[in-house]
Structures are given as C-alpha cells and as structure tokens.
C-alpha cells in the first residue's frame, strides 16, 4: 500500500482502489492526515493497465484459444475486476508540489 510522502501515513485500501479505478482517471490521492495531494507514478499506471485489460486477455488467449470472444467474455471481466482488486498493492505515488487546503 502507498503511504504519503509527507507525514508516512499510509492511505486506505478504499482510497486508492477509488483512486485507481476507470470512473477517477487517476486523480491526485490528498493525504487525510497532512492534506498534501499525490499521483500515481507513470509506472504505476503502465502496471495497472497490463494487469487490468492485458492479463485477462492473455489468459483467454493462452486457456481458451479455440472459444470465441463472446463466449469467454464474462471469464474475460471477471478476471479484469479481480486484478482490480490487487492494484492497490502495485501502486507507488509521489508528492505534488501543491498543497490542498
């Protein structure tokens, strides 16, 4: 889990699954503790996405090469919304420059 780079508070699972998921389009994390704002570094996202859109694929693609798309489609999604849930755990931030007030 990241914690903020200000005070070393670490911020809840809830918040940065909030955080990380397609509806916020990676929004800046504020720190409830100390108010400084965060984002999610590059290679974070570039590990969210392969984890969340290429890992699924790949797994219909190596498990079920013969079926097609349509009737592996709900495999294809489930698989995509538990990698979600792991993102959290991959995820590293940095501190913005800004402070939220």
Known sequence: MPKCNNCGRRFSYPHVLKTVSA???YRSMVCPACQHA?????ASR???SLLVVV????????????????G???LVLLIAVCALFFTPFLVKVEKNNRRNS
Do not use: W
Request: proline share 13%.
């Open 23 to 25: 509806l916020s389009g």
């Open 38 to 42: 965060h984002t999610i570094t590059l």
């Open 46 to 48: 570039f590990a969210v």
């Open 55 to 70: 890992f699924p694929l790949l797994m219909r693609m190596l498990y079920f090469p013969e079926q097609p798309l349509p």
């Open 72 to 74: 592996t489609l709900a």
